[in-house]
């Protein structure tokens, strides 16, 4: 069984950087893609960037130019490097992982709160 343990949440003021990371134990089938996805409160869930395991990344509108994601295979480990934050990217982060071939195989973290204020 799959788990995702995210760490790097947090409160900010707007302007200002934070890394998240999400590092998944057990084995993970590939190829498959590492997300992250946000939901504030009141809103649905949506997807903020995607990496594949080659390294062909996709972003939300919102955050092209702010944030960065990568992986790092060997230990199964994504990032999402967030800067120039503002209020509005206020949620609470969530790590994905999904098997493009099997639906089956698609695991969530617990979520991490991300804060923006002054």
């Known amino acids: 069984q799959v788990q995702l343990v995210e760490s790097g949440g947090g409160l900010v003021q707007p302007g200002g950087a934070l890394r998240l990371s999400c590092t998944a134990s057990?084995?993970?089938?590939?190829?498959?893609?590492m997300n992250w996805y946000r939901q504030a409160p009141g809103k649905q869930r949506e997807l903020v960037a995607a990496?594949?395991?080659?390294?062909?990344?996709n972003y939300a509108d919102s955050v092209k130019g702010r944030f960065t994601i990568s992986r790092d295979n060997a230990k199964n480990t994504v990032y999402l490097q967030m800067n120039s934050l503002k209020p509005v990217d206020t949620a609470v982060y969530y790590c994905?992982?999904?098997?493009?071939?099997?639906?089956?195989?698609?695991?969530w973290g617990q979520g991490t709160q991300v804060s923006v204020s002054s």
């Open positions: 990496i594949t395991n080659s390294g062909l990344t």
């Open positions: 994905n992982v999904r098997n493009v071939f099997d639906p089956r195989g698609d695991y």
């Open positions: 057990g084995s993970i089938a590939s190829p498959n893609t």
